[in-house]
């Protein structure tokens, strides 16, 4: 069962380029979200998406773009990779948009901006 | 404004003890309660939940307590085994929250054998 897939596993990338991290759930849910994980914050709430077509905005959006044209799929964009921007991102799915479910997660894109 | 918080960073037990992670949060409209677990290298997997209806859930080892009138919930690991050595994160969500759930910085377990 391969549940939430995330590619690559690691990137290292220059100040201002540009990315897009992958990640597809075979599971048929309808809830997907971003996570980033620091050191001593935990992890936060980037962007999530309800349903095809639909995305919103977590605790901390500036820097990334997010689409979700299939149920399957909800690609991180970003736009113009800063330092700050060094991470780990998790991509997690869920059944339903209703908030008393677990969620699955991805194992992880680790990301360094030089 | 960090709504859950895990004020814990590190924690370590001796194998066979018993572990408490602790948990509190600010926003009494939370209803929903969630423990993750996270080994290195790989993504938070789920491990056990509470309904504000509750104060009292149980799945073999694990155990979670939640004192709404406190606002603060805990996780009780007894016995606690070398294999639980991970980093543990709670987390909180409620309707209010738009199905968002709003995660503590963690703990990091260790048992020793």
């Not at chain 1, 540009?18 to 997907?32: G, I, K, P, R, V």
């Not at chain 1, 909800?74 to 869920?94: G, I, K, N």
């Amino acid at each position: 069962n391969a549940g939430v897939t995330q590619t690559p596993k690691f990137q290292v990338l220059k100040t201002g380029q540009s990315m897009t991290l992958q990640c597809a759930q075979d599971m048929n849910h309808e809830y997907m979200s971003w996570y980033r994980q620091d050191p001593g914050m935990g992890l936060r709430l980037i962007h999530y998406s309800v349903g095809a077509g639909i995305t919103d905005q977590g605790e901390v959006p500036n820097g990334y773009n997010v689409s979700r044209s299939t149920t399957e799929d909800f690609p991180l964009r970003l736009l113009s990779a800063a330092p700050s921007q060094t991470s780990v991102y998790f991509c997690a799915s869920r059944r339903a948009s209703r908030f008393n479910q677990p969620q699955h997660f991805g194992d992880g894109t680790r990301l360094s901006i030089l | 404004d960090q709504q859950v918080k895990q004020n814990s960073p590190s924690l370590s037990v001796q194998e066979g003890r018993i572990s408490i992670l602790n948990c509190d949060y600010t926003n009494s409209m939370f209803d929903y309660f969630l423990w993750y677990k996270k080994y290195p290298a790989e993504g938070p997997t789920f491990l056990i939940s509470i309904s504000s209806i509750k104060d009292k859930n149980e799945d073999g080892r694990f155990t979670v307590f939640l004192n709404k009138s406190a606002k603060h919930l805990s996780l009780h690991i007894v016995p606690s085994q070398p294999g639980d050595s991970a980093v543990y994160f709670c987390a909180a969500s409620g309707d209010n929250q738009g199905g968002k759930l709003i995660f503590g910085q963690g703990t990091e377990l260790s048992v020793k054998p």
